[in-house]
């Protein structure tokens, strides 16, 4: 019945930062930046998604780190990031490219890895020159650019006005999660993870669920229920892979299919069998091989393009 908002043991308990900074919104909103790894090494930027914090990225901070710079940082309302007044795509874009330039020197490009509502602000930061300069490949993880709801799967009818209104409703619902219980973890499982997810997994995500306040979790599910980013793909060129899970019941794989073919420069798609929604927890080998692969091939090659 305990609160914690993370584990504390295990693979998916997060390691301590090497050190930790604020970053400042566009509209004075700060958000909690935390920093792994060697300030020398290669860059990657980690975005988590709706209702999450940094301590869902715990196994790929904990494995990158190793031998990449990992910067992490808590959405507005998440984790130790203070709620704010504002809740739209403008404002995830705001904080992404304040998180950037905090964190990154003046023309230095990381790889960006969002989840969910993470890979949104990716989307949505596309168009925006401080996102070209500090932005060397992306990675959009179980995420989608419009049409959430009406696609989502949590609801099990038919597709129509009934399922998407029922699932707005759930979705969008104010009520306490409450603590962190044997039925919660069964809800939680069977709404956002795959049907074979291990018991210590559906743990781990429960606990950062079911610390996101409920004010919040509702004010950015508005958001996500109105999303509408499809014309922002075009703006997103750097090389981006995609990865969905076929068994995800919030952002359908289709999602991830869509985005593979609407994407300028998609550089490849990842559909993991038997996974959910939450990815980077249920399948973390494939979450990090990911960005491990687009350090190689993209980041190391812009960081010696820039050195004299």
Known sequence: MSRLTHVISGPY???AARRELVAASADGSRLHVEVHGEEEAPAVVL???WTCSTAFWAAQIRELATDHRVIAYDQRGHGRSPAARAHSTTALADDLVAVLGAALAP???AVLAGHSMGGMTIMAAAGRPEFAEHTAAALLCSTGSSGLVAQAL???LRAGRARTRITGAVLGSRAPLGPVTPIARTVLKYATMGPGSAPDRVEACARIVHACPSAVRHAWSEVLAGLDLDANLAAL????AVIGGTSDRLTPVAH???LAAALP???GLTELT???HMTPIEAPEAVTGAVRELTARYLDTTQKEKTP
């Open 13 to 15: 308990a997060p390691p």
């Open 47 to 49: 975005a988590h998604g």
């Open 107 to 109: 023309g230095e490009r």
């Open 154 to 156: 949590v609801v099990p």
């Open 237 to 240: 060129t750097v090389p981006t």
């Open 256 to 258: 991830a299919r869509a």
């Open 265 to 267: 420069h998609c550089v």
């Open 274 to 276: 038997g996974m959910g």
